[in-house]
């Protein structure tokens, strides 16, 4: 019994048809894409900005690149698996939504790396990634893409009658056109709410809220940074 299993399983290796150097190329593909795919999550973990972050996304990063690898291993020349891969891939659904863009350049930058070291491009898979991975590191020392204005929404409520004009002289001192939102008022307190355009952000906070709580019909100031990607 034991020597036909020995024979089955010599059968199954001689029917593999895999020379030396198709083993070492798929090993090496292999340990290529995840090298790339590890120093690509700790990209994605240092440049990093906003309160989205997911560590499940890095070990994501690091699985998906040899595992695209070992898709293009099977497909590589032929027609009918690829067509057949094709048909498999447009029943999946992906049902977690992408919170950030930046997050699907990153699975882009890691199915191509493994799509490059499956099909053994392993120069232009080292090159192009540490292309763009210097590319990275610039945009984000350079803050790229970061605007110099702050844009808040300013809440300010009180019990006495609301002072507009004493308002409107603090917030013109700080910022220029303040928009008001809101204004709601009743017998016994009022609220408006202010849409603010801030150069600055510590020390020209800091004064305006000192400033409006000085005015004494002013109880409560809020001041609220209403982006959905709030910075680090």
């Known amino acids: 019994m034991w020597d036909e299993i020995i024979n089955i399983i010599q059968r199954a290796f001689t029917s593999m048809a895999l020379t030396s150097e198709d083993i070492f190329n798929i090993i090496f593909s292999l340990i290529v894409s995840i090298i790339i795919g590890l120093v690509i999550s700790q990209t994605y973990k240092l440049t990093h900005r906003g309160v989205n972050y997911e560590s499940t996304f890095m070990t994501s990063l690091v699985m998906l690149a040899p595992i695209v690898?070992?898709?293009?291993?099977?497909?590589?020349?032929?027609?009918?698996?690829?067509?057949?891969?094709?048909?498999?891939?447009?029943?999946?659904?992906?049902?977690?939504?992408?919170?950030?863009?930046?997050?699907?350049?990153?699975?882009?930058?890691?199915?191509?790396?493994?799509?490059?070291?499956?099909?053994?491009?392993?120069?232009?898979?080292?090159?192009?990634?540490?292309?763009?991975?210097?590319?990275?590191?610039?945009?984000?020392?350079?803050?790229?893409?970061?605007?110099?204005?702050?844009?808040?929404?300013?809440?300010?409520?009180g019990g006495n009658q609301l002072e507009q004009e004493a308002i409107k002289t603090?917030?013109?001192?700080?910022?220029?056109?303040?928009?008001?939102?809101?204004?709601?008022?009743?017998?016994?307190?009022?609220?408006?709410?202010?849409?603010?355009?801030?150069?600055?952000?510590?020390?020209?906070?800091?004064?305006?809220?000192?400033?409006?709580?000085?005015?004494?019909s002013i109880s409560n100031v809020s001041l609220l940074a209403p982006q959905l990607a709030l910075p680090a």
């Open 69 to 157: 690898a070992v898709v293009m291993f099977f497909i590589q020349g032929n027609l009918v698996l690829s067509l057949g891969l094709v048909g498999s891939l447009s029943i999946i659904r992906f049902r977690t939504p992408i919170k950030d863009t930046r997050d699907m350049v990153y699975l882009f930058w890691v199915i191509a790396v493994g799509l490059g070291a499956g099909t053994y491009h392993w120069g232009i898979v080292i090159i192009s990634s540490l292309a763009i991975l210097a590319l990275i590191i610039i945009l984000y020392f350079l803050n790229y893409g970061q605007s110099q204005n702050h844009d808040y929404i300013l809440i300010i409520s």
């Open 170 to 216: 603090v917030l013109n001192q700080y910022t220029t056109n303040p928009k008001m939102r809101s204004q709601t008022s009743n017998k016994d307190s009022w609220e408006v709410v202010y849409e603010l355009h801030l150069v600055k952000i510590d020390p020209v906070v800091d004064n305006l809220l000192k400033d409006l709580n000085n005015i004494e």
